[in-house]
């Protein structure tokens, strides 16, 4: 099972990505993650990344797409993966068909969450009082949402295209939304 999961940031991805890849049982990678731990541990790939997501900025798609390739080698995502986070750009998708493809597979299901853009930015405020994260303050999260609408947004119509997309209404408890994307997986017809 090969996933992507998309959203506006603070659209719950990163919690939703944990149980459906469970549900898979496969792994659920997050570049933002991977960024942060990179960042908090230092590394030369952390100090790079962290000019860019401190600004709100996406990290050049080079180190990006480096990046994913060398994890979606690693052994545990041969069965599959979901992504999160990634791709966030046109260049990246062509990147990902790039990667996937040679290794003989196809894209599953693109799983896009939808939310209202007021309840985003409390969901985001909320969450800088609780996990503390440098990018969470207003004016990054608004540059956050800007580069979301104008580079990442437009990826939704490319999916569709495809017929892989599906879209789940984010608003509501973590549990229900779960069970959206669930449902919504199941009715995915096969291609
Ligand atoms: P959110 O979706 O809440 O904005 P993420 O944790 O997914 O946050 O990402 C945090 C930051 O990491 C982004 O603002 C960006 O700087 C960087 N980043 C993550 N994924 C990518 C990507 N695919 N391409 C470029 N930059 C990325």
């Given at each position: 099972?090969?996933?992507?999961?998309?959203?506006?940031?603070?659209?719950g991805?990163?919690?939703q990505?944990?149980?459906?890849?469970?549900?898979?049982?496969?792994?659920?990678?997050?570049?933002?993650?991977?960024?942060?731990?990179?960042?908090?541990?230092?590394?030369?790939?952390?100090?790079?990344?962290?000019?860019?997501?401190?600004?709100?900025?996406?990290?050049?798609?080079?180190?990006?797409?480096?990046?994913?390739?060398?994890?979606?080698?690693?052994?545990?995502?041969?069965?599959?993966?979901?992504?999160?986070?990634?791709?966030?750009?046109?260049?990246?998708?062509?990147?990902?068909?790039?990667?996937?493809?040679?290794?003989?597979?196809?894209?599953?299901?693109?799983?896009?969450?939808?939310?209202?853009?007021?309840?985003?930015?409390?969901?985001?405020?909320?969450?800088?009082?609780?996990?503390?994260?440098?990018?969470?303050?207003?004016?990054?999260?608004?540059?956050?949402?800007?580069?979301?609408?104008?580079?990442?947004?437009?990826?939704?119509?490319?999916?569709?295209?495809?017929?892989?997309?599906?879209?789940?209404?984010g608003?509501g408890?973590v549990?229900e939304v779960t069970?959206r994307v669930?449902?919504?997986?199941?009715?995915?017809?096969?291609?």
């Open positions: 099972m090969r996933l992507l999961i998309m959203g506006p940031p603070g659209a991805k990163g919690t990505a944990a149980f459906i890849a469970e549900h898979f049982s496969i792994p659920a990678i997050s570049t933002g993650d991977i960024f942060r731990a990179n960042v908090s541990q230092g590394t030369p790939l952390g100090v790079e990344a962290k000019k860019y997501m401190d600004a709100g900025e996406y990290v050049p798609d080079e180190v990006t797409n480096r990046m994913v390739r060398d994890r979606i080698d690693e052994p545990d995502a041969e069965r599959g993966f979901l992504l999160d986070g990634y791709p966030r750009t046109v260049a990246q998708v062509e990147e990902l068909d790039g990667m996937i493809a040679f290794t003989g597979h196809r894209l599953d299901a693109v799983v896009v969450l939808t939310v209202d853009q007021d309840e985003i930015v409390q969901r985001l405020l909320q969450r800088a009082e609780t996990e503390g994260r440098a990018d969470d303050t207003e004016e990054v999260i608004r540059r956050r949402q800007e580069v979301y609408a104008e580079q990442t947004a437009p990826l939704i119509d490319v999916y569709r295209e495809r017929g892989i997309l599906v879209e789940v209404d608003l408890e549990d069970q669930f449902a919504a997986l199941d009715t995915t017809p096969e291609s």
